[in-house]
């Protein structure tokens, strides 16, 4: 069987042949296995200096200090460690987030609010945006921290988070980023935002699953307090052995990332305006999320008097994403959509479609022929 054309690269991308390669060589007897927390012998020193060199890869491609890295096995644990690290120990504390959060986020928030930590939920604006007016109109004088999304993953909007966060700094508050979706997809400089957490995947960037990173910044001195407890790792901030290969495999993508960056953006450009165009001969076709303030390769899009499910099953030769979570029995819509504006009928008609490092042209076109096959068909019928 042919499998279909992968559309689905904000959900998670394929490791780069690169980068499976580099991993290799970390694994086995002949490789680099030791622990890199090995004082003892040259296993261990080996390791740690792979583990080191791939916190500089990693550190590059957002213009950090390697010393400001911390790994983690994903961005679900960077967001918990951050919002968790930076509210725990402060009494009668308030955080500020959005609606349309990651759930690593959300569901880390909404943690928080049971133990008695106030918070605040802003509701974006019909294109996915907060304002900084907004997250200005939310502080109070107990307010620690505000977590804010760089690019949001359904909908591929971006965050003002340098105009946001140099407010904050203003008022020594801190601000905590979630930019999984960002990484590799625009240019991220923690040197020109001054945000002081922000939270990084491997795997939305053509790197392995299972680790991620964590940038904690040195100056102004972030404090965080650990969430997992062990050897004292991390400079104390995340305990638990090193995955070497993980960890290289993530430093080598990130490092293919930031060589190749502009190159990227420009495909993916590029891919979007051929894909969108393609769909031009649709009528009823609205683009959920900002057209102008956004990544290329995620193109959030409804059409009218079709429902999403009945179109993802016309089209099995695309791996696409709905965005609505079969909760039990019931097919919930996302509540991003909801976040933004959309009525339950208009969320039900929303795909997402995800473009990336390996998708072509004939892919594209493909695609949006397909779509304006199946959904002529479906109205046809309706
Ligand atoms: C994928 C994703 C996460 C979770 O990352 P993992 O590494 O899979 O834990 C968090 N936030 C955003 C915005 C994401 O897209």
Redesign the pocket.
Known sequence: MKKPVYMDY???TPVDPAVADEMMKYLTLDGVFGNPASRTHAYGWQAEAAVEAARKQVAGLIHADPREIVW????????NLAIKGAVAGRQNAHIVTSKI?????VDTCKWLERQGTEVTWLDPAADGQITCDQVLGALKDNTVLVSL?????ELGTVTDVAAIGAELRERGILFHV?????AGKMAVDVTSMPVDLL??????VYGP????ALFVRRSPDVRIEAQIHGGGHERGMRSGTLPTHQIVGMGKAFSIAQAGLEEEIAKLEALRKAFLAGLQSLEGVTLNGSESSCVPGIVNLSFEGVDAESLMLGLRDLAVSSGSACASATVEPSYVLRGIGLSDEQAHRALRFSLGRFTTEEEVAFASSQIVDVVSRLRAVR
């Open positions: 904000a959900a998670t983690t096995s994903g961005a679900t644990e960077s967001d959060e990651h759930k690593a986020v999304m760089l690019v949001n993953n979630d930019a999984a979706q960002a939270a990084l995947s491997g795997h939305k699953k299972g680790v991620g």
